[in-house]
C-alpha cells in the first residue's frame, strides 16, 4: 500500500522564478492538503483539494495555487517566488473532503536563493 | 481565535527520563479534534493520536500517555522512560470545525543516551 509521495525531494529556485511541486495521495484517498513548514515552525495551511476543485484555503497570496488531477494527484504552483517563500512544503491525503484522518508525505524542500 | 500554544520550544532529558509536552488550544468551536504528530529529522509528519472533544479520556499507547482537560484546554503528552529514538519534533494540531488543521510551534524533544 503505497502511502503519499512527493516529488521533488529538493528544489532550489531564484527569486521572481515559479515553482511546481507534485504530490500523490496514499491509495484509496481522494484530497490533497498542502501545508508550507517554515524552519522552526509548526505547519501551515495553504489550501485542500478535493473533487479537483480548491475547497478550502488559508491565509496565502494568490501566487500560490494549485490544481488536482482525476487520479486525484495534485500540484502546488508558486508564482514569484521570494526568499521567504523557502520552507518544507508537506502534502497530505485524506477522504472525503475531510482532515480527520491524514496521511503525511515526506515533504519537498524548497530554497529560494 | 483558533490557536494551538506549545510553550515549550526545546527539551532536553537523559535516556530513561520521563518527559511531559504541553500543549494548550483556543477555539470556541464546541465540537473539534486535537492530534499530536511527531516529525523525525526525515521530516514525514507521522501521525500518534486523535481526540475528538467530547472524548475527555485519557489514553495510554505503550511509552506515550495523554492527557486531554477541556476545563483547562490542554492536551498534553507524556513519553514514560524515554529512548533516544524519540528524540524528534512533535507537534499538537487543533482541527476546527473549519477542517483546517492549525498546528503549534513545535517542542524539540533531544533524548541523550
Known amino acids: 500500500d503505497a502511502g503519499v509521495t512527493q516529488s521533488p525531494t529538493h528544489l532550489i529556485k531564484t527569486r521572481g522564478q515559479q515553482v511546481t511541486l507534485r504530490c500523490s495521495p496514499k491509495?484509496?484517498?481522494?484530497?490533497v492538503s498542502w501545508y508550507q513548514q517554515a524552519l522552526g515552525q509548526g505547519p501551515q495551511f495553504i489550501f485542500q483539494y478535493y473533487e479537483e476543485e480548491e475547497r478550502q484555503r488559508g491565509n496565502f497570496p494568490d501566487r500560490f495555487s494549485g490544481h488536482q488531477f482525476p487520479n486525484y494527484s495534485s500540484e502546488l504552483n508558486v508564482n514569484a517566488l521570494l526568499l521567504g517563500d523557502s520552507a518544507l512544503y508537506l502534502c497530505?491525503?485524506?477522504?472525503?473532503?475531510?482532515?480527520?484522518?491524514?496521511?503525511f508525505g515526506p515533504g519537498t524542500r524548497l530554497t529560494v536563493t | 481565535a483558533q490557536k494551538v500554544t506549545q510553550a515549550q520550544t526545546e527539551i532536553s532529558v537523559v535516556e530513561k527520563e520521563d518527559v511531559t509536552l504541553d500543549c494548550v488550544y483556543e477555539t470556541r468551536d464546541t465540537t473539534y479534534y486535537l492530534f499530536w504528530y511527531k516529525q523525525p529529522p526525515s521530516g514525514e509528519l507521522v501521525f500518534l493520536i486523535r481526540?475528538?472533544?467530547?472524548?475527555?479520556q485519557n489514553e495510554i499507547s505503550g511509552r506515550y500517555s495523554w492527557n486531554f482537560q477541556k476545563s483547562t484546554s490542554s492536551f498534553n503528552f507524556t513519553i514514560t522512560a524515554s529512548q533516544v529514538v524519540d528524540s524528534a519534533v512533535y507537534f499538537c494540531?487543533?482541527?476546527?470545525?473549519?477542517?483546517?488543521?492549525?498546528f503549534g510551534q513545535g517542542t524539540t524533544l533531544q533524548v541523550k543516551p
Open positions: 491509495s484509496g484517498h481522494d484530497t
Open positions: 481526540r475528538n472533544s467530547f472524548d475527555e
Open positions: 494540531a487543533l482541527r476546527p470545525n473549519t477542517g483546517k488543521l492549525i
Open positions: 497530505a491525503s485524506s477522504l472525503g473532503g475531510d482532515t480527520y484522518e491524514q496521511y
